[in-house]
């Protein structure tokens, strides 16, 4: 028998792309809104009710009206909103955070999708902490850079319009990006990092990029420590997280951004300068892939016990 699925707000970024990975699979079923009730609570309340997984492709306050509207007990739901990230009722999806995150996933009825952002964060700075390699009350800092297409319809439009758009544009400089909790929370810090986000002048792929003054540690771990406990943490994982060489390079090509853009693959690397004792780490992903959508039909995968790369692509 075949999974019911609906997605509220298909006509999304997200939600074209997570309907674009889902296309002919023969196990599903998808469930689709006439265009002209997208706005309907009824009709919408009907297909949230039919699903046996929904997965809502909104705005915040959208997401939490169409959970509202579920009044049965069987139908799961996968918010890509960051509505529900730091609910304590709502599985957090990012399957390789922990060895426990993925059975948590695949019993879960809701689960929350991971913001783009903090994955990369949270997959370079959390086994670090675990390990006692990091004080969890260490101040972070995060650069990091991700196409428009992050930035949603309006930013898309807007670049696209724009020949002489700006090739870098840090935002959120008041220092209060939605992504914070999450990002604090799950990376198991005391405190809030210093996150400076930039949109690029290309469509879609990112970089986060963590320093590290180990020198301001009372017992600085080395750049080969860090490496090798972010190598264990991710060691025997699904394969989606890799971890590169630590081989002292200074220049790599694949830390384009644009990297692994189609995928649902992440890669980590570590740089160190161990005479200065200090880091830096880094993640290289598809914001629109295991940063959005991808990462939600991974979550549906293990929901639903399918292979967890059915529909999905590694580099």
Not at 13 to 20: A, D, F, K, S, Y
Not at 61 to 88: G, P, Y
Not at 216 to 232: F, K, Q, R, T
């Amino acid at each position: 028998m075949s999974v019911r699925v609906f997605i509220d707000g298909e006509a999304g970024t997200t939600g074209l792309q997570i309907r674009e990975r889902l296309a002919g699979r023969p196990d599903l079923t998808l469930l689709s809104i006439d265009p002209a009730l997208r706005k309907d609570t009824s009709a919408r309340a009907d297909l949230l009710n039919s699903a046996d997984i929904a997965i809502l492709c909104l705005p915040d306050s959208a997401a939490t009206e169409s959970v509202s509207l579920i009044q049965n007990s069987t139908t799961r739901v996968i918010d890509a909103s960051s509505a529900h990230r730091v609910h304590s009722e709502w599985a957090y999806g990012f399957a390789e955070m922990s060895k426990e995150q993925t059975a948590l996933i695949k019993e879960a009825r809701f689960v929350a999708n991971p913001g783009c952002y903090p994955q990369g964060v949270i997959a370079t700075i959390r086994p670090l902490v675990a390990a006692g390699l990091l004080p969890a009350d260490l101040p972070i800092t995060v650069n990091a850079i991700s196409g428009y297409s992050g930035g949603g319809r309006q930013l898309i439009e807007s670049y696209e319009a724009d020949a002489n758009a700006s090739p870098y544009m840090p935002y959120a400089l008041g220092f209060n990006h939605k992504h914070l909790p999450e990002m604090e929370k799950y990376s198991l810090l005391k405190s809030t990092p210093l996150f400076q986000p930039a949109v690029g002048n290309y469509a879609q792929g990112m970089v986060t990029a963590v320093p590290l003054q180990l020198g301001a540690l009372n017992d600085a771990p080395s750049g080969a420590a860090l490496y090798e406990a972010i190598a264990d943490y991710y060691a025997g994982s699904n394969g989606f997280v890799q971890v590169a060489p630590f081989n002292g390079d200074q220049k790599r090509e694949d830390l384009n951004p644009e990297t692994f853009n189609g995928t649902n693959t992440m890669r980590l690397h570590v740089f160190a300068n161990e005479d200065r004792r200090q880091a830096v780490l880094m993640a290289v992903y598809d914001n629109l892939g295991k940063g959005a959508s991808g990462a939600a039909v991974q979550n549906m995968n293990l929901m639903i016990g399918a292979d967890p790369f059915e529909g999905l692509k590694t580099a």
